[in-house]
């Protein structure tokens, strides 16, 4: 069956209608319940004064996460009903002859269109909602440079994977996902084993846990389970933000802990104790192992559809352009793709959900429960985090169970 470009094109815009309408739908039953009273186990978490605090902190994100969003989808509709991408393409055509310099110039300008026009949202949320109710940490001149690094990133990262896939598809015709699933997913792998040594430190300072009570207690604990860490570092979050958090990165001998500075300041040696054992549940329940599967998995099923649409000349029909090339085929596709992205979402953070509940019961069997409680009543205190989420809210968008969840099953 032929498939009419100026369907198409209808088809794509209403995928992006009914995306921002399910999220906006979402978000507005989820802010119904931010005057809910809290859970029974979690009533006295909160004093009155700071409840209310983070009741306004809650509202506050809601509506400005409402007019960015509404500012965000407005952008994109407009860049597709007034020839936005047309625009670009015969622009990078023009100035390039190579099709693998015009692909990357034209995904280059989105990229830095995009980010410069979120960009006065970034710093209002920083700089304004962030720092009114005392989390931020950030300066001026963090903020910058970090832009920036994110954006050699991208370009190097993101550039030479765009580089490498339009490459295959030049090449090597049909079969080119293949080239490409192989090489992403190795990366994926790398990316995950270096992360801590490649990425973080272009951010932040990462130093060795100072000999001590805590570093002794860790590795007595770590060895009581069989756990071998020999890598434990103190990260310099304060340098953004009050927020507090750990982590466990890398694989076999490359892998360690690495704590926030901000954490330790927040928590007892017992309460961090618990969080790195909850991290060590992940490990010892192989949901590290399970989470990169899922994810080469998703991206292999992805890559092969791809391969399958990339080349109809309608995609680019859709879009007011003559020329057939793989970028606008992979920009028509990406919208395309939203619906069983989304599907892949939901499964992902079901499954994640019930992995938090299994590392939590990890910690509790081989640490205490006590201690774990304790410690995520303090980070979700300290965080203003919302103790009340609407159930599909929950179900669509997260990742972790709700706090009053997790308390009930570690008790």
């Not at 597709?80 to 002859?97: A, V």
């Not at 310099?101 to 830095?112: A, M, N, Q, T």
Request: proline letters at 2%; aromatic letters at 16%; glycine letters at 4%.
């Amino acid at each position: 069956m032929e498939i009419n470009a100026q369907n198409l094109f209808y088809v794509i815009i209403g995928i992006i209608v009914l995306n921002f309408i399910k999220d906006s739908f979402l978000d507005y039953l989820n802010s119904k319940y931010f005057d809910k009273k809290p859970p029974k186990n979690l009533e006295n978490l909160f004093e009155k004064e700071k409840y209310l605090k983070s009741q306004e902190y809650k509202k506050t994100k809601y509506n400005f996460s409402r007019i960015s969003s509404l500012f965000g989808v407005s952008i994109v509709l407009l860049f597709f009903f007034y020839d936005g991408f047309l625009i670009l393409d015969d622009f990078c055509r023009s100035n390039f002859d190579s099709e693998l310099i015009i692909s990357l110039s034209f995904f280059g300008l989105i990229f830095l269109l995009n980010d410069l026009a979120n960009l006065p949202f970034s710093l209002y949320n920083t700089f304004v909602i962030e720092e009114k109710f005392g989390f931020n940490k950030t300066t001026i001149k963090t903020f910058i440079f970090d832009k920036i690094k994110s954006w050699i990133i991208t370009i190097i990262f993101g550039g030479g994977i765009l580089s490498f896939i339009i490459f295959q598809f030049e090449t090597i015709g049909k079969d080119f996902w293949l080239i490409a699933w192989l090489f992403i997913s190795l990366l994926t792998v790398l990316i995950n084993g270096f992360y801590a040594q490649i990425i973080v430190p272009l951010f932040n300072k990462q130093t060795k846990l100072e000999n001590g009570d805590l570093k002794n207690e860790i590795k007595s604990y770590t060895k009581k389970v069989g756990f071998d860490l020999k890598n434990i570092f103190v990260i310099d979050g304060s340098k953004r933000s009050t927020k507090a958090n750990a982590y466990f990165s890398g694989f076999g001998k490359q892998k360690r802990v690495t704590l926030y500075d901000t954490l330790i300041n927040k928590l007892s040696n017992e309460q961090i104790i618990a969080v790195i054992a909850h991290e060590v549940g992940h490990y010892k329940k192989k949901h590290i192992i399970f989470n990169l599967i899922f994810s080469i998995i998703q991206t292999g099923i992805m890559l092969y559809i791809l391969s399958l649409l990339i080349y109809m000349p309608v995609f680019s029909e859709a879009l007011g352009i003559n020329n057939h090339s793989f970028h606008i085929g992979l920009i028509v596709f990406s919208i395309l793709y939203t619906p069983i992205s989304e599907l892949s979402s939901i499964v992902f953070n079901i499954f994640s959900r019930k992995f938090e509940f299994q590392a939590d019961r990890y910690a509790s069997e081989t640490f205490n429960s006590e201690s774990l409680i304790e410690a995520l009543k303090i980070l979700s205190k300290d965080s203003l985090s919302n103790l009340t989420p609407h159930p599909s809210y929950v179900w669509w968008h997260y990742s972790h169970p709700p706090l009053s969840k997790r308390i009930s099953h570690l008790q």
